[in-house]
């Protein structure tokens, strides 16, 4: 098991950037494929991007292509999600998740998530 907790969540001006972190309990390299999830007000919760358990693979959701990369080139138990130009519609309720395995699937550990709001 393992626990994550998310942080870097902020208000933001359409263009800006914020990094978001999450600090596992544990170390999670080579162990845990990890991902970031998010969820609007009124909306379900929707895939923004994972890594691989190497660090070696990456995959991002259309919408974040180019703008967002996930990371976890720092501390083992930790990664990260730098977001540049950041739209309006980028506002919403950011979860970091782990799993187990490759980073396509379903995931099973979820951090209590961070708010990111971008104002236009």
């Known amino acids: 098991q393992v626990q994550l907790a998310e942080s870097g969540g902020g208000l933001v001006q359409a263009g800006g950037s914020l990094k978001l972190s999450c600090a596992a309990s544990r170390p999670t390299a080579n162990v845990f494929a990890m991902a970031w999830f998010r969820q609007a007000l009124g909306k379900e919760r929707e895939f923004v991007a994972a890594?691989?358990?190497?660090?070696?693979?990456?995959r991002y959701a259309d919408s974040v292509k180019g703008r967002f990369t996930i990371s976890r080139d720092g501390a083992p138990n930790m990664v990260y999600l730098e977001m540049n130009t950041l739209k309006a519609e980028d506002t919403a309720m950011y979860y970091c998740a782990a799993r187990q395995g490759a980073f396509v699937g379903q995931y099973d550990y979820w951090g209590q998530g961070t708010q990111v709001t971008v104002s236009s």
């Open positions: 890594i691989s358990r190497s660090g070696g693979s990456t």
